[in-house]
C-alpha cells in the first residue's frame, strides 16, 4: 500500500476506533487535550479510568468531555488503542489484571518500563513505547517512540505517526534512547520553566509588574527555540550575536557561568537520565 494510501487509512481507522488510557494523571489530560484539540480524535471515541470518581484527575478529564470510568476493564474492552498512562512502579499490577482483545494496540508512557516488560505483562504483541511531554496539551510537545516494526502492520503504524506528530515534534527511534531523550524533552520541560519563572523573578526584582515580566520570559524564550530552528545555527553563535563587546548581555552571561549555569543544565539531564534507568 502506498504511503499516502496508508495515511488515509490511518485516519479513517483513528476516526472510527476508540482510544482508551489506563490511568489520567497529568500526562494522559495532556495528550487528551491535543488529540482533541488536533480534530484527529473525537472527544466522544476517548475512554479513561480512574481509582474513583471523586479524584482530581477523574473530575478533570469529565470536563474534557471524554467517557471516564473506574473500571480498567471497561478501557480494555472498548478500545483499540490503549495508552498506559500510569505510574512506572504500577505498570505491573495494573497490566496483569488486564485482558486485552488479541488485536489491541498498546502504548506505554511510563517512564523507564522496557517494551519486554509491556509484552510480557500484558500479553498483547503490538506494543509501543512513547515518552511524551507536558506540551503536548498546547500541541507543542516533544515525543520519541519505539516499537517493533514487524510486529505491527503498516496502516497501524502510520496511526501511531499521526497521533504522536498530533502532539507536536515526534520521532521514532530505537528504543535504547528512549531513556536519554527522556532526561532531555520528558524532563526538560520542567528545567525550562524554572528557568522562565527565574527569568521573571529578576525582571519583578528589576521593577517590572510580575504579569509582564511572565510575557517577556516566555515569548523570550519562544524566539530563542525558533532562532535555534530555523537558522540552523548553533546556540552558542547565536549566543556570542547577541553578546556586544562590554555590554549588558555579556555581563549577564558571566553571572550565569560563574553560578555554573550550564553544569547545572547538564548535571539536571544526568540526574534524570540515572534516575529513568532506576525506575525501569
Wanted: with cysteine; proline share 3%; charged share 15%.
Amino acid at each position: 500500500m502506498a504511503q499516502s494510501e496508508n495515511v488515509q487509512a490511518a485516519a479513517a481507522w483513528l476516526k472510527s476506533v476508540k482510544i482508551g488510557f489506563l490511568g489520567c494523571g497529568n500526562m494522559a489530560q495532556a495528550m487528551i487535550n491535543g488529540f482533541i484539540k488536533s480534530n484527529l480524535v473525537p472527544a466522544e471515541n476517548i475512554v479513561v479510568s480512574a481509582t474513583c470518581t471523586t479524584s482530581k484527575n477523574y473530575l478533570a478529564c469529565q470536563k474534557l468531555d471524554v467517557q471516564c470510568t473506574t473500571n480498567n476493564e471497561d478501557v480494555c474492552r472498548a478500545a483499540k488503542i490503549v495508552f498506559v498512562a500510569v505510574k512506572p512502579h504500577l505498570v505491573r499490577p495494573v497490566l496483569s489484571k488486564c485482558s486485552f482483545p488479541k488485536d489491541t494496540l498498546l502504548i506505554s508512557v511510563a517512564a523507564g518500563v522496557k517494551l519486554s516488560v509491556l509484552g510480557e505483562t500484558s500479553r498483547v504483541q503490538q506494543l509501543v513505547r512513547a515518552m511524551p511531554n507536558t506540551g503536548a496539551c498546547v500541541q507543542q510537545g516533544v515525543t520519541v517512540y519505539a516499537y517493533d516494526e514487524a510486529a505491527i502492520a503498516s496502516v497501524r503504524q502510520a496511526a501511531i505517526a499521526m497521533l504522536m506528530e498530533s502532539l507536536g515534534f515526534a520521532r521514532y527511534v530505537p528504543e535504547s534512547q528512549i531513556e536519554p531523550i527522556s532526561a532531555v524533552s520528558g524532563s526538560g520541560i520542567a528545567y525550562m520553566y524554572m528557568a522562565l519563572e527565574a527569568m521573571a523573578d529578576g525582571a519583578v526584582k528589576a521593577g517590572i509588574q510580575r504579569s509582564l515580566a511572565y510575557d517577556l520570559a516566555s515569548h523570550t524564550m519562544m524566539g530563542a527555540a525558533a532562532m535555534v530552528k530555523e537558522t540552523g545555527q548553533h546556540p552558542g553563535a547565536l549566543k556570542d550575536a547577541v553578546c556586544s563587546p562590554g555590554g549588558s548581555t555579556i555581563a549577564g552571561v558571566h553571572a550565569l557561568e560563574k553560578s555554573g549555569f550550564r553544569a547545572a543544565m547538564m548535571d539536571a539531564v544526568e540526574a534524570a537520565f540515572t534516575r529513568v534507568k532506576q525506575l525501569g
